[in-house]
Nanobody, 118 residues
Framework: QVQLVESGGGLVQAGGSLRLSCAVS????????IGWYRQVPGKPRELVIT?????????NYADSVKGRFTISRDNTKNTLYLQMNMLKPEDTAVYYC??????????WGQGTQVTVSS
């Protein structure tokens, strides 16, 4: 089991920045890859960024966030971060931290709302 708790969402003006945090606990050694999805009402959850746990720390970004969002992790704090810069109104969504384990389980956080005003 992996537990994920997001924080850091809120209201920001277009062009501004926010940093989301995801506290990771439980069997974090079993994580294959970890990252962020987002969802707006009436639409499927969409990938934002993933980070593999392999030696290369491979990162995959959605085209819509390349150059603006960055994922990072602090292993000393067991925390994953999503730095979001140059935010746009279309970035408004509930952001979910997720982890996918080597034994093919997916875990989700409770989500945190990000609202970008124009």
């Amino acid at each position: 089991q992996v537990q994920l708790v997001e924080s850091g969402g809120g209201l920001v003006q277009a062009g501004g920045s926010l940093r989301l945090s995801c506290a990771v606990s439980g069997s974090d050694f079993s994580i294959n890859h970890i990252g962020w999805y987002r969802q707006v009402p009436g639409k499927p959850r969409e990938l934002v960024i993933t980070l593999s746990s392999g030696g290369g720390n491979n990162t995959n970004y959605a085209d819509s966030v390349k150059g603006r969002f960055t994922i990072s992790r602090d292993n000393t704090k067991n925390t994953l971060y999503l730095q979001m810069n140059m935010l746009k109104p279309e970035d408004t969504a509930v952001y979910y931290c997720y982890s996918y384990t080597f034994d093919y389980h997916t875990f989700w956080g409770q989500g945190t709302q990000v609202t970008v005003s124009s």
